[in-house]
C-alpha cells in the first residue's frame, strides 16, 4: 500500500498556489511606490508637455499651433496699425510728382516726317547712282538713329509704291503709338511698346517683313520718354502723406479669440498677445514644480484609493499598471488633440475609458479614475472648469449605464446617454456664458453643438467597444460579456464536464445556484460567481468515478485504497482543474477560484480512517493546497460548495429535518439529523472556526445575510412535499 502511495504522489501535477497577500505585503511597498511614480510621471508630463508653439515665441507669417483667447480686456494704441496706416498714406499713388513734357511727342513725330522725306528726296534724286544713294543714306545727319548699309539697300530696293505704304505705315505707327498713353510716355510705357504693341500693330498690317522691320526701326528710334518721376518732390509728399496719419486705437475683449489654430501669424496678433498678457512663453521651474507638486498629490490620492477601497485591484500589479498605463496615455492624448479641437475640446471622447473602466474594472473605480483624468484635463485646458465638468458628466453617465455591460447593445445605451449629457451640459454653460440669448444664436450653436455631441458619443460607443476587450486580457480581468461567453454550455470544458462527469455538472450548477443567490445578498459578482461555479471541479473529469457525485450505481472505488492514497486523489481535482482551466484559457480569476474554493481544508474522513489504521499520521496529507479565498466571492464560492455537497448528503441519507416553523425549532429530531437553518450555520461557523475565511474582507452581518440566501435558495428544493395518493400521482 504504501508503494501505491509514492507511486501516486510521484505521477502528481506541480502545482503553484496564488501568493496570499501576506507574502505580497513583503515587496507591496516597494512596487506601490513605482506604480505610484509611473502615473505621476505620465499625469506631470501631460501637464508640462510643450506642443509647437504653446511655450516660446510665435514667429510672424507662419500658421499659429494652438488657439488663444484674452484673459483681459485692454484698450491701447497700436504701434502696428499706425505703421500700416501710415505706410498706406505713404505708398498712395496720389503722392507721386511727375516731370511732364507734352510737346517732345509732338516734336519726335516731326523728325520722323523730316526724315522720312529725306529719304524719299535721295531716292528721286537723278543726278545720284545707286552707290552714291547708299551712301548718302548711310551718311544721313540725324541724331536718333544711324541707317545701316543692309538698311539702305533695303529702302533702294523698294518700288515707289511699297515705299509710299512704307512711310506712312510708319508715321502711322508712331501716332497709334503715343495715342496709346495718351502723349505720356513713362519709362514702363516705352518697354511695352517696344516689347509688345509695336510688333502687334505691325502684324496686322499688310507690310512684308522687311517693311516691318523698317517701319519699327524708324518708329522706336524716334519714341521718347516725355513723362519722368520727380525723386524730390514724390518724397516730400509721402513724408507730409506719413505724418499726417492719427494714432490709431484697438481694443481687445476679455475672452475675445485673438487667434485660431491654424491662423497665419500677423504682426497686429502679435501686439495683441503682448498687450493682453496672452503671449505664450516658455514654462518656468516654479510652474513646472506646481504642476509636478499637483501631479504627485493627484497620483498620491489614487493610489490611496485604491489601495483602501479597491484592494483586490491594487494589489494586483498586473492589473493595476495596465490602469496606470491606460490613464497616462489619455492625458497625453487630451494634451496633444484637445488644443486642436478649440472650444469643442468638451466633446473629446473621454467616456470610452470610462466605459472601459466600468466594464473591465467595476464602476467605482472608473468612477475615481474619470475624477483624476477629468482634473488634470482641467488644469491643462487653461485651469478650465467648463471643460473638467461636462467631460466628467459625461464619464458618469456612461458609468452608470455600463458598469455591468453584458451585451453589445449596452455599450450603445451608454453612446446615447454620452451625447445626451454631453450636448445637454454644454448647452447649460453656454447660457450661463452668453450676456443674452436670442433664437438666431441658439439656432448658430445648435448645429455645431449636436453634431459633436453625436460625435462623442459615438465615438465612445465605438472605441470602448473595440477596446476593452484587449484591455481586459492584457489587465488579467474577466468581463460580463466574457462570462457569459463562458457560461455557454458549448465551452470546451463543460461539454467535457457534462459528458463524462454529469453529477459534478449538476453539483456545479446548484452551487451557482446557491453562490448567485448569497452574492445578490451582499452586493458581490453574482455572473461571475455562477460562472466560477461551473468550473470548479472541472478537474473531477479526469477521475470521475473516484467522487460521490458521479458513482450512481457504482461500488465506491475508494474501498480498495488506503486513506492517504483516497485523500490525495481528491485533493488533486483541485490542481488538475487549475491545470486544465490555464490549458484552455480561462481569465486569472476563474482560475483563482478553483484552487480556493476548498482552501486549506481537511478531508476529515480519510484523516479519522487513517488514524484508525496508523499510529502516526501527517495531517498535511489530508489538506489541500490552498490558499484560502481572498476576496468575498471566493469565499462564497467555498460555502456555497460546501452547503450544497453537504446538503444533498444529508437528504439522501434522511438525515435532513423539515425547515423550522415560524414558533420556533422542530422538536424530537433523531439523532444525527438536523434542520436546513443548523445544518447551513454549523458550516459556516465551521469555516470560520477553521481559520479558512480570514483572509476574505467578509464581515459577521455578511455572513448572516449569504447564510440566509442559502437557506432559502435550498428550501425550495428541499421543502416537504405532500404524499399523493397513488392514484393522483400518475395522472
Same mark, same amino acid.
Given at each position: 500500500?504504501?508503494?501505491?502511495?509514492?507511486?501516486?504522489?510521484?505521477?502528481?501535477?506541480?502545482?503553484?498556489?496564488?501568493?496570499?497577500?501576506?507574502?505580497?505585503?513583503?515587496?507591496?511597498?516597494?512596487?506601490?511606490?513605482?506604480?505610484?511614480?509611473?502615473?505621476?510621471?505620465?499625469?506631470?508630463?501631460?501637464?508640462?508637455?510643450?506642443?509647437?508653439?504653446?511655450?516660446?515665441?510665435?514667429?510672424?507669417?507662419?500658421?499659429?499651433?494652438?488657439?488663444?483667447?484674452?484673459?483681459?480686456?485692454?484698450?491701447?494704441?497700436?504701434?502696428?496699425?499706425?505703421?500700416?496706416?501710415?505706410?498706406?498714406?505713404?505708398?498712395?499713388?496720389?503722392?507721386?510728382?511727375?516731370?511732364?513734357?507734352?510737346?517732345?511727342?509732338?516734336?519726335?513725330?516731326?523728325?520722323?516726317?523730316?526724315?522720312?522725306?529725306?529719304?524719299?528726296?535721295?531716292?528721286?534724286?537723278?543726278? +545720284?547712282?545707286?552707290?552714291?544713294?547708299?551712301?548718302?543714306?548711310?551718311?544721313?545727319?540725324?541724331?536718333?538713329?544711324?541707317?545701316? !548699309?543692309?538698311?539702305?539697300?533695303?529702302?533702294?530696293?523698294?518700288?515707289?509704291?511699297?515705299?509710299?505704304?512704307?512711310?506712312?505705315?510708319?508715321?502711322?505707327?508712331?501716332?497709334?503709338?503715343?495715342?496709346?498713353?495718351?502723349?505720356?510716355?513713362?519709362?514702363?510705357?516705352?518697354?511695352?511698346?517696344?516689347?509688345?504693341?509695336?510688333?502687334?500693330?505691325?502684324?496686322?498690317?499688310? +507690310?512684308?517683313?522687311?517693311?516691318?522691320?523698317?517701319?519699327?526701326?524708324?518708329?522706336? =528710334?524716334?519714341?521718347?520718354?516725355?513723362?519722368?518721376?520727380?525723386? !524730390?518732390?514724390?518724397?516730400?509728399?509721402?513724408?507730409?502723406?506719413?505724418?499726417?496719419?492719427?494714432?490709431?486705437?484697438?481694443?481687445?475683449?476679455?475672452?475675445?479669440?485673438?487667434?485660431?489654430?491654424?491662423?497665419?501669424?500677423?504682426?497686429?496678433?502679435? !501686439?495683441?498677445?503682448?498687450?493682453?498678457?496672452?503671449?505664450?512663453?516658455?514654462?518656468?521651474?516654479?510652474?513646472?514644480?506646481?504642476?509636478?507638486? +499637483?501631479?504627485?498629490?493627484?497620483?498620491?490620492? %489614487? $493610489?490611496?484609493?485604491?489601495?483602501?477601497?479597491?484592494?483586490?485591484?491594487?494589489?494586483?500589479?498586473?492589473? %493595476?499598471? $495596465?490602469?496606470?498605463?491606460?490613464?497616462?496615455?489619455?492625458?497625453?492624448?487630451?494634451?496633444?488633440?484637445?488644443?486642436?479641437?478649440?472650444?469643442?475640446?468638451?466633446?473629446?471622447?473621454?467616456?470610452?475609458?470610462?466605459?472601459?473602466?466600468?466594464?473591465?474594472?467595476?464602476?467605482?473605480?472608473?468612477?475615481?479614475?474619470?475624477?483624476?483624468?477629468?482634473?488634470?484635463?482641467?488644469?491643462?485646458?487653461?485651469?478650465?472648469?467648463?471643460?473638467?465638468?461636462? +467631460?466628467?458628466?459625461?464619464?458618469?453617465?456612461?458609468?452608470?449605464? =455600463?458598469?455591468?455591460? *453584458?451585451?453589445?447593445?449596452?455599450?450603445?445605451?451608454?453612446?446615447?446617454?454620452?451625447?445626451?449629457?454631453?450636448?445637454?451640459?454644454?448647452?447649460?454653460?453656454?447660457?450661463?456664458?452668453?450676456?443674452? $440669448?436670442?433664437?438666431?444664436?441658439?439656432?448658430?450653436?445648435?448645429?455645431?453643438?449636436?453634431?459633436?455631441?453625436?460625435?462623442?458619443?459615438?465615438?465612445?460607443?465605438?472605441?470602448?467597444?473595440?477596446?476593452?476587450?484587449?484591455?481586459?486580457?492584457?489587465?488579467?480581468?474577466?468581463?460580463?460579456?466574457?462570462?457569459?461567453?463562458?457560461?455557454?454550455?458549448?465551452?470546451?470544458?463543460?461539454?467535457?464536464?457534462?459528458?463524462?462527469?454529469?453529477?459534478?455538472?449538476?453539483?456545479?450548477?446548484?452551487?451557482?445556484?446557491?453562490?448567485?443567490?448569497?452574492?445578490?445578498?451582499?452586493?458581490?459578482?453574482?455572473?461571475?460567481?455562477?460562472?466560477? =461555479?461551473?468550473?470548479?471541479?472541472?478537474?473531477?473529469?479526469?477521475?470521475?468515478?473516484? %467522487?460521490?457525485?458521479?458513482?450512481?450505481?457504482?461500488?465506491?472505488?475508494?474501498? *480498495?485504497?488506503?486513506?492517504?492514497?483516497?485523500?490525495?486523489?481528491?485533493?488533486?481535482?483541485?490542481?488538475?482543474?487549475?491545470?486544465?482551466?490555464?490549458?484552455?484559457?480561462?481569465?486569472?480569476?476563474?482560475?483563482? %477560484?478553483?484552487?480556493?474554493?476548498?482552501?486549506?481544508?481537511?478531508?476529515?474522513?480519510?484523516?479519522?480512517?487513517?488514524?484508525?489504521?496508523?499510529?502516526?499520521?501527517?495531517?498535511?496529507?489530508?489538506?489541500?493546497?490552498?490558499?484560502?479565498?481572498?476576496?468575498?466571492?471566493?469565499?462564497?464560492?467555498?460555502?456555497?460548495?460546501?452547503? !450544497?455537497?453537504?446538503?444533498?448528503s444529508k437528504a439522501q441519507h434522511g438525515k435532513l429535518a423539515p425547515a423550522r416553523s415560524a414558533h420556533g425549532a422542530v422538536n424530537g429530531l433523531p439523532p444525527g439529523v438536523m434542520s436546513l437553518d443548523d445544518l447551513v450555520q454549523s458550516i459556516i461557523e465551521t469555516r470560520v472556526r477553521e481559520g479558512e475565511l480570514d483572509q476574505a474582507p467578509l464581515t459577521m452581518h455578511e455572513l448572516s445575510l449569504i447564510k440566509q440566501a442559502f437557506v432559502v435558495s435550498l428550501q425550495s428544493i428541499y421543502h416537504p412535499r405532500v404524499d399523493?395518493?397513488?392514484?393522483?400521482?400518475?395522472?
Amino acid at each position: 500500500m504504501n508503494t501505491t502511495r509514492r507511486r501516486w504522489l510521484s505521477g502528481m501535477p506541480h502545482f503553484r498556489p496564488i501568493h496570499p497577500v501576506e507574502i505580497l505585503s513583503q515587496r507591496l511597498r516597494l512596487t506601490l511606490f513605482l506604480e505610484w511614480l509611473l502615473l505621476m510621471v505620465g499625469i506631470w508630463a501631460a501637464l508640462t508637455l510643450s506642443l509647437p508653439g504653446q511655450y516660446g515665441h510665435l514667429e510672424v507669417g507662419m500658421p499659429s499651433p494652438i488657439s488663444i483667447w484674452a484673459p483681459v480686456e485692454v484698450a491701447y494704441t497700436s504701434e502696428v496699425l499706425t505703421a500700416e496706416r501710415q505706410a498706406q498714406a505713404e505708398n498712395s499713388s496720389d503722392n507721386l510728382v511727375y516731370v511732364y513734357d507734352p510737346q517732345l511727342p509732338m516734336q519726335q513725330r516731326q523728325y520722323l516726317v523730316i526724315l522720312l522725306d529725306t529719304i524719299s528726296s535721295v531716292r528721286d534724286d537723278p543726278s +545720284l547712282s545707286r552707290a552714291g544713294r547708299l551712301a548718302v543714306l548711310a551718311a544721313l545727319p540725324n541724331a536718333s538713329l544711324q541707317l545701316s !548699309e543692309a538698311q539702305a539697300d533695303l529702302i533702294l530696293t523698294l518700288d515707289d509704291a511699297s515705299w509710299e505704304q512704307l512711310r506712312s505705315q510708319t508715321v502711322g505707327l508712331y501716332d497709334r503709338a503715343i495715342e496709346r498713353y495718351d502723349y505720356a510716355l513713362d519709362e514702363r510705357a516705352l518697354v511695352q511698346l517696344r516689347e509688345r504693341w509695336l510688333t502687334y500693330w505691325l502684324a496686322t498690317t499688310s +507690310l512684308s517683313p522687311n517693311q516691318r522691320e523698317l517701319a519699327k526701326f524708324f518708329t522706336d =528710334a524716334f519714341l521718347r520718354v516725355n513723362r519722368a518721376l520727380d525723386e !524730390e518732390a514724390t518724397a516730400q509728399r509721402r513724408q507730409e502723406a506719413r505724418n499726417n496719419v492719427a494714432p490709431q486705437s484697438a481694443r481687445v475683449l476679455a475672452g475675445e479669440r485673438i487667434v485660431s489654430a491654424g491662423e497665419i501669424i500677423t504682426p497686429v496678433i502679435i !501686439e495683441k498677445l503682448q498687450r493682453t498678457g496672452a503671449m505664450p512663453s516658455a514654462m518656468g521651474w516654479t510652474d513646472i514644480a506646481g504642476r509636478g507638486m +499637483l501631479a504627485g498629490l493627484l497620483a498620491l490620492g %489614487f $493610489v490611496a484609493y485604491m489601495l483602501i477601497f479597491e484592494p483586490q485591484v491594487a494589489l494586483r500589479p498586473r492589473s %493595476f499598471i $495596465v490602469m496606470i498605463i491606460i490613464i497616462d496615455a489619455t492625458l497625453l492624448i487630451a494634451r496633444v488633440t484637445l488644443p486642436q479641437v478649440d472650444v469643442w475640446s468638451h466633446f473629446f471622447p473621454l467616456a470610452t475609458v470610462a466605459i472601459i473602466f466600468a466594464v473591465v474594472f467595476n464602476g467605482r473605480l472608473s468612477m475615481s479614475a474619470m475624477a483624476l483624468i477629468c482634473v488634470a484635463i482641467g488644469v491643462m485646458v487653461n485651469m478650465s472648469l467648463a471643460v473638467a465638468v461636462i +467631460l466628467f458628466a459625461t464619464c458618469v453617465v456612461a458609468i452608470l449605464i =455600463a458598469r455591468n455591460a *453584458d451585451r453589445i447593445f449596452t455599450f450603445a445605451l451608454a453612446g446615447m446617454g454620452v451625447a445626451v449629457v454631453a450636448a445637454l451640459a454644454q448647452l447649460a454653460f453656454w447660457f450661463m456664458d452668453a450676456p443674452s $440669448v436670442t433664437m438666431t444664436d441658439l439656432r448658430a450653436i445648435m448645429l455645431p453643438l449636436l453634431f459633436y455631441a453625436g460625435l462623442n458619443g459615438a465615438l465612445s460607443m465605438i472605441l470602448s467597444l473595440g477596446v476593452f476587450n484587449l484591455v481586459s486580457r492584457a489587465a488579467g480581468q474577466v468581463t460580463p460579456l466574457q462570462l457569459m461567453e463562458l457560461a455557454h454550455p458549448s465551452r470546451p470544458l463543460l461539454r467535457k464536464l457534462i459528458r463524462e462527469a454529469p453529477g459534478t455538472y449538476y453539483h456545479s450548477v446548484a452551487v451557482g445556484n446557491l453562490a448567485e443567490a448569497a452574492a445578490e445578498a451582499v452586493g458581490g459578482d453574482a455572473l461571475l460567481l455562477r460562472v466560477a =461555479a461551473y468550473y470548479h471541479d472541472i478537474g473531477k473529469t479526469v477521475r470521475p468515478y473516484f %467522487f460521490t457525485d458521479n458513482q450512481t450505481g457504482r461500488e465506491n472505488v475508494h474501498n *480498495d485504497l488506503d486513506p492517504v492514497t483516497s485523500a490525495q486523489i481528491i485533493i488533486d481535482h483541485v490542481r488538475e482543474g487549475v491545470k486544465m482551466a490555464r490549458a484552455a484559457g480561462l481569465p486569472p480569476q476563474i482560475v483563482d %477560484f478553483i484552487a480556493t474554493h476548498h482552501g486549506t481544508g481537511l478531508i476529515r474522513h480519510f484523516y479519522q480512517q487513517a488514524l484508525q489504521l496508523e499510529d502516526s499520521v501527517r495531517e498535511a496529507d489530508f489538506r489541500y493546497p490552498g490558499p484560502r479565498p481572498q476576496t468575498r466571492e471566493q469565499a462564497i464560492l467555498m460555502l456555497a460548495d460546501s452547503v !450544497e455537497a453537504t446538503v444533498r448528503s444529508k437528504a439522501q441519507h434522511g438525515k435532513l429535518a423539515p425547515a423550522r416553523s415560524a414558533h420556533g425549532a422542530v422538536n424530537g429530531l433523531p439523532p444525527g439529523v438536523m434542520s436546513l437553518d443548523d445544518l447551513v450555520q454549523s458550516i459556516i461557523e465551521t469555516r470560520v472556526r477553521e481559520g479558512e475565511l480570514d483572509q476574505a474582507p467578509l464581515t459577521m452581518h455578511e455572513l448572516s445575510l449569504i447564510k440566509q440566501a442559502f437557506v432559502v435558495s435550498l428550501q425550495s428544493i428541499y421543502h416537504p412535499r405532500v404524499d399523493y395518493a397513488p392514484s393522483l400521482v400518475t395522472r
